[in-house]
């Protein structure tokens, strides 16, 4: 059994299904990230984790203890909120502090533990601010600590940084990060942010109107999309069916009726090239429509027989010169055309 | 440019325009008060617009009357009871409607508006009639009054508790507080209540005014077993209007005191907010 164990869990608001059979594990010290649009269940999959929802059916492990009837206070998981949830009434300190009284610890037992958690998350000189008195990262900072002194089997993180601006939240993201890997806390983290998804997780649940749409790595998810829902919220994915391939000139298309392919696998190449016909590529013909520097790489908008491809090249590659309406060949690898499965 | 002068012009009078009617209301309101005031200091007055000659005999004869502090102390008691009674009920049971059964709210709120739907007169008969036989005969003792003050300021109690739980974000810190190990009790008073205090402050002073002033009701229901400061104001009125009028004085300038008091905590803000405030002015 792993570390966390969550089976069949259904739940609705009137009518309306919100999470329909729900199952997943997670592993001891893993970091499990669910990434799905707005509205899609994650909060309310969360909460029910942490017992501030009820389910309507199915059963919640934690280290193979039975959760699913007890009460928030009794499940030794940590919660941060979207809002922070500081105590405006209780300084730093006292907020950090606040699970530990609870857990009835005298002062003295405390006393070192928190000041250790506020030198962890960097506020050291800041015990005494109330949480007005902070910026809205080392608000953040004071939830998470105040979450983690108690070390609770795990570790819910409800988009803790959509409150934040992107900077900020990037460097804030990688600290929780290294924080989580340094204590092996077992993580859940809800976010709508696929890039962040990404760079974070060891693995990914990408949930859909209340379903798991796939999980697996963030290596896998970016590459080997399984549904035409996980590769169009993943990113950038060109998604294709095979009568619109076949129409915008490609032959040799693999088996399959909906495609994935992502930008940077397609390549540009010469005209003069026309005869050159390299097996395991599938080729066709376009017209430069317009591009965007996105940084890094170039985003090419080439039109293929009505298709709009989106390709991406390093930004180094002196393929600026591409004009409007120029022909251009595109070449995509057979292997990197990932078949889907379709929509609902 | 023409037009900017115009402008400028149309400007200024409006301003004096506003001025004016400022002015007039003020000398409208305080008029009466002056009058009061006059007359309370006069010892002789006639045919002249001020009094011909002045005394504090008035203050004198009401600063040696034990039955003025008596029912001053009667009035203040009533107030700070009820207002304490009040929030004693109303905090929890809002706060337990707000967190655990949004939908109880609306019923809450049509109950809260019923004082305003009834003149307190027609209250007042009614309530007689229920309370003045029966198990609970009441009428005519401190408590029926106390029992009408509550349903009285319930509603600005009632709404100052709500905002202060919409603005301190009482569910969040309610749940971060369970999830933290906190009981549903120990979350609210550790982690609510005293942040929603500072907040029902203004509102527990207002209804404390509210009831200092009140007439109707401590009139009808309770007479003259309970000389309350209004009670005793309208029985000097009946022997002497002068030492009335220093009765009226006297009131006022204690109302004045509390409402100085009301606008003065109104900007007061709980430990951790008052900090800030001052290391921001550093
Ligand atoms: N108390 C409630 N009563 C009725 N419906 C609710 C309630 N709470 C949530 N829902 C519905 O449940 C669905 C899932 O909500 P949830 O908060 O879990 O979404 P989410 O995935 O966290 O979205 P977001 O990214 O916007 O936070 C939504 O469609 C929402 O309307
Ligand atoms: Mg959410």
Partial sequence: ?344 | MKTVAANGKRKAGGKRWHVAVIVVLLIYLFLPIVGTLLFSLAKEWQDEIFPNSYTLEWYAQLLADMRFYEAIGRTVLVSVLTVAITLTIMIPVIFVLHVYFPNGEKLLQISIMLPFAFPPVVSAIGLIKIYSSGPLAITGTVWILIAVYFVLIQPFIYQSVRNSLNTINAIDLVEAAEVLGAGKMTAFRKVVLPNILPGTLVASLLSFSMIFGEFVMSRMLVGGDYETIQMFLYNQMKTSGQSASAVVITYFLLILLLSGLVLKLGSWKPRGYKKAALQEEE
């Fill in chain 1, 1 to 344: 059994m792993s570390f966390v164990q969550v089976e069949h869990v259904m739940k609705s608001y009137g009518e309306v299904p919100v999470l329909k059979d729900i199952s997943f594990s997670v592993e001891e010290g893993e970091f499990l990230t669910l990434l799905g649009p707005s509205g899609c269940g994650k909060s309310t999959l969360l909460r029910a984790i942490a017992g501030l929802n009820d389910i309507d059916s199915g059963k919640m492990f934690i280290g193979g203890r039975d959760i699913t009837s007890l009460s928030p206070k009794d499940r030794q998981v940590g919660m941060v909120f979207q809002s922070y949830a500081l105590f405006p009434n209780m300084s730093v300190f006292d907020n950090i502090a606040f699970g530990l009284k609870m857990g009835k610890m005298k002062k003295a037992e405390y006393t070192p533990l928190v000041e250790q958690m506020i030198e962890i998350i960097d506020l050291k000189g800041k015990e005494n601010y109330y949480p007005n008195q902070l910026s809205g990262g080392q608000q953040q900072r004071v939830a998470l600590g105040r979450s983690l002194v108690k070390r609770p089997k795990v570790l819910l993180l409800d988009e803790p940084l959509s409150a934040l601006d992107a900077k900020i939240r990037r460097s804030l993201r990688n600290e929780i990060r290294q924080l989580q890997r340094k204590l092996n806390m077992t993580t859940i983290f809800v976010t709508h942010d696929q890039e962040e998804a990404l760079t974070v997780s060891d693995r990914i649940i990408v949930m859909n109107n209340g379903e798991i749409e796939q999980q697996g790595t963030s290596e896998e998810i970016y590459t080997l999309p399984g549904t035409e829902f996980v590769a169009r919220f993943i990113g950038s994915y060109n998604v294709w069916s095979r009568p619109e391939m076949e129409q915008a000139g490609f032959a040799d298309i693999p088996s399959g009726d909906l495609f994935a392919i992502r930008p940077e696998v397609i390549s540009i190449v010469p005209q003069a090239a026309v005869a050159a016909h390299d097996a395991g590529y599938m080729y066709t013909i376009g017209y430069m429509k317009h591009y965007a520097i996105l940084g890094n790489v170039v985003r090419y908008h080439v039109d293929i027989g009505g298709l709009d491809a989106s390709v991406d090249v390093l930004n180094d590659s002196g393929l600026l010169h591409l004009r409007e309406n120029e022909a251009v060949r595109l070449a995509i690898p057979m292997e990197k055309c990932q078949p889907l499965k379709k929509l609902g």
